[in-house]
């Protein structure tokens, strides 16, 4: 609608307008062009999501249990929207605001670092609700075992690695499982060396283990396998790191662990892993240099 077109329906209803009468219905369909500009174009997509996002700053002054409840309740409510957006983007992960889905990726390492999740909190003005494949969390338990875990006949495969971030660094013993895609840590763990520092703004969300609950938020690290020879490779990859560690579902099996590594890691790397039953020792050899 035009300005002059306002001014005539104006004048229908009121009758005469004087200038400044006339300037005040200009200046108004203005704002009302400026809003509509501002107000989403909601898809069909959009209108059938259930859940309303708030502000960064409403989401970092929560405390924990309703952070996870922002999360869950969300992803409770929209389960098929969920999955049926994954879906068509053969995406392993969504950033959803206002039922839109602002970012995505077809792999966890895609997922964008704290500065960039932070970045986008502040562009669109909102906390953007996260999607899971349940692709990405699925562990199968290995009857295979190699550390000391709580029966004395059993042991768990594990292999030394380095965890770095922030200038920090920490070198530890990770049970291998090839049952796990992901890499799982203590989330105090790393906290505790300042690998990852605390912050409120990071997502929380729950998912489930050996049918036990667990809280988790992601974070971008890097870790570094070291063969026989002393060469290193190393990969920049997401982590899932496990709130109140020794009370999951990660250490049922063993007390002791304080990480878990899938199978990612060792697929990109592409090391020879040498698992000596006999000796429980492992030896990790690169064969040839990554291109």
Not at 151 to 164: C, G, N, V
Not at 241 to 252: A, E, G, L
């Amino acid at each position: 609608m035009t300005t002059e077109t306002l001014i005539q329906k104006v004048r229908t209803k009121l009758g005469k307008l004087d200038d400044n009468g006339e300037h005040i219905v200009a200046a108004a369909l203005e704002v009302l062009k400026e809003a509509d500009g501002q107000r989403p174009n909601l898809t069909r997509e959009a209108a059938s999501f259930s859940s309303s996002n708030i502000s960064m700053e409403e989401y970092e002054a929560l405390p924990s249990h309703e952070k996870l409840r922002y999360q869950d309740e969300a992803e409770e409510l929209n389960q098929e929207w969920a999955r049926k957006q994954l879906s068509e983007r053969n995406a392993k992960w969504l950033l959803v605001v206002d039922g839109q889905v602002v970012s995505y990726g077809k792999d966890l390492d895609d997922y964008p670092e704290d500065a960039e999740f932070f970045a986008l909190c502040q562009k669109v003005g909102k906390y953007p609700f996260i999607f899971f494949s349940p692709a990405v969390f699925a562990i199968e338990e290995s009857a295979t075992l190699w550390h000391a875990t709580d029966d004395s006949a059993d042991a768990y495969p594990a292999l030394a690695l380095k965890i770095s971030e922030n200038n920090a660094a920490l070198e530890t013993e990770a049970d291998l499982d090839t049952g796990a895609i992901e890499c799982y840590c203590s989330a105090e763990l790393l906290i505790e060396h300042k690998i990852i520092l605390p912050d409120t703004k990071r997502f929380l969300k729950t998912s489930r283990h050996l049918s036990q609950p667990y809280a988790y938020f992601s974070s971008r690290l890097w870790l570094d396998l070291l063969d026989q020879n002393g060469v290193t490779r190393r990969w920049r990859t997401t982590m899932i790191c496990v709130t109140d560690w020794q009370r999951s579902p990660f250490v049922t099996i063993n007390p002791r662990r304080t990480f878990l590594l899938g199978r990612k890691l060792l697929l990109n790397l592409r090391p020879r892993v040498l698992l000596d039953f006999d000796a429980r020792q492992s030896e990790v050899q690169f064969k040839e240099q990554i291109i």
